[in-house]
């Protein structure tokens, strides 16, 4: 059973920073790629970030880059997501799902929520 378990989120100040997690579970993460997806209220779910089982591809939408940076930790099945310079357009729930572009599985976890706001 797949279960994706985020964290981290919280109400951060413009400009700040935060580090997401999503512990996985119920398949081998070692073997395919993460993705770090978010929701705006009103707005579709979004890819923000990936990166390939080999860590070392990564994709990052165009709106995050250079502030966004996502890594895994085989040994805790574990993907991160560090965020910095937040904006207040970052503002959505964060969710987890395996697969590059595209999410591989139909079970999403609770997500995360993070409001940027002063």
């Known amino acids: 059973q797949v279960q994706l378990v985020e964290s981290g989120g919280g109400l951060v100040q413009p400009g700040g920073s935060l580090r997401l997690s999503c512990a996985a579970s119920g398949f081998m993460f070692s073997n395919v790629a993460m993705g770090w997806y978010r929701q705006a209220p009103g707005k579709k779910r979004e890819l923000v970030a990936s990166?390939?089982?080999?860590?070392?591809?990564?994709h990052y939408a165009e709106s995050v880059k250079g502030r966004f940076t996502i890594s895994r930790d085989e040994a805790k099945n574990t993907v991160y997501l560090q965020m910095s310079s937040l904006k207040p357009e970052d503002t959505a729930v964060y969710l987890c799902?395996?697969?590059?572009?595209?999410?591989?599985?139909?079970?999403w976890g609770q997500g995360t929520q993070v409001t940027v706001s002063s």
């Open positions: 799902n395996a697969g590059f572009y595209t999410p591989i599985y139909e079970q």
């Open positions: 990166m390939a089982s080999d860590s070392i591809i990564k």
